[in-house]
C-alpha cells in the first residue's frame, strides 16, 4: 500500500487526490558553518526531485552564527537559491542562532535575516500566496497551497514566538479554518516527546526573551490546541537525541501529531538527512522517511521511519 522508497534516487511516484509530500529541512547550521556541501546536496536532491515534491519548509537555525559570519549566509543563500531556480515552494523559519547576536536577546535583531531572505524572496515567486506577521520582516510567515484537492495553510512561527505573534496566528488559523494547516517552528518539542516546557534544556525562555515568548507547552495551550485544523507541527532545536514525536487531540477532538527532527550531532554534522513526509489524507495515513542524498541512505530506526494514522 505504501511507497518502497528504497531507489528514492529514481523516485517517479505519481502522488494521487487529496496526498501531499513535504520535505522538512532540519537545522543546517553546521552545514553553513563546516560543511557547505551538505547543505547544497540536500536542496540539489529537492530540485531534482521537485516534481514528486510540493512544499519545502526549514525548521530554522539556517545558520550557526547571525550576523558574524558573512561566509555562513552566503552558503545559505546559495543553497536556497536552487530552490528559487526550480520554483520549489518553500518557508524558511527563524531559529535562535538566526538572530543577528546569535541566541536572540530582548530586542530580537534580524537585520542580516531580512538581507537574505526579505519578503520579496517570496513574492516574486510565480508560486507566492500568503503574508507575514509585520511589514519588513519574513520571520513569521504563511503559505496557502490549494494541493490535489485539499487546501492547506502552511505556517512558520519564529523561534519562541512573541505574544502578539500568537494572537496574529490564532487570527489567521481561525480565519482558514477549512484549511488544513501544517505549522513549522524552532522549538516545540523535547527529546523525551514532551513538549518543551519549564526546566527543560535551551527552552527558548533561558535566551533572553523571557519577557515575551512562549516555549513549546505555551505555544500548545494558547494555540496548538484551540485549532481542529491543525495536523502536523514540526520542529527542531534540541540536538540531544535530536528526534521526538507525540500526538494529542485538540480541544475539539481532533489528533494533532507533533514533530522533532534535528541531525545536527550526526556525524559531518547532521549528514544531510531531512525529513520526507507523504500525508495520504485519503487513506488516513502519514508516512515518515528519514533520508541522505549525500549517504544515499535511510535512517530506519523507528524514530525516523513510521506511519501513522492521520486523524
Known sequence: MFPSYEVLDNYTEQLGANELRVVWLPDTSGYTNQTPDNFYAQTQWIADHRREIDV?????????HGSTTPAQWAVADTAIAKLDTWQVPYLLNMGNHDYDDQLAGADRPTITWQQYFPQARYTARPWWRGG???EGHSENVYLIRSIR????????????????????????????AAKTAIVTTHAYMYRDNSRMGSGDDYNPHTYGVDADCHDGDELWTELIKLHDNILWVQCGHDFVGGVAYRSDNSDGGQK???????YEMNASNGGAYLRVVTFRLGLNV???????????????????QYVVAAR
Not at 502519514?286 to 525516523?304: F, R
Request: overall charge negative.
Open 286 to 304: 502519514i508516512d515518515v522517511k528519514t533520508y541522505s542524498p549525500v549517504a544515499k541512505a535511510y535512517l530506519t530506526a523507528a524514530a525516523n
Open 256 to 262: 494533532i501529531h507533533q514533530v522533532m527532527a534535528n
Open 132 to 134: 507575514f506577521f509585520e
Open 56 to 64: 519545502v519548509l526549514h525548521v530554522g537555525d539556517v545558520v550557526q
Open 149 to 176: 484537492g485539499t487546501e492547506y495553510i502552511f505556517l512558520n512561527l519564529e523561534f519562541g514566538p512573541r505574544q502578539a505573534v500568537i494572537e496574529w496566528a490564532d487570527a489567521l488559523l481561525t480565519a482558514h
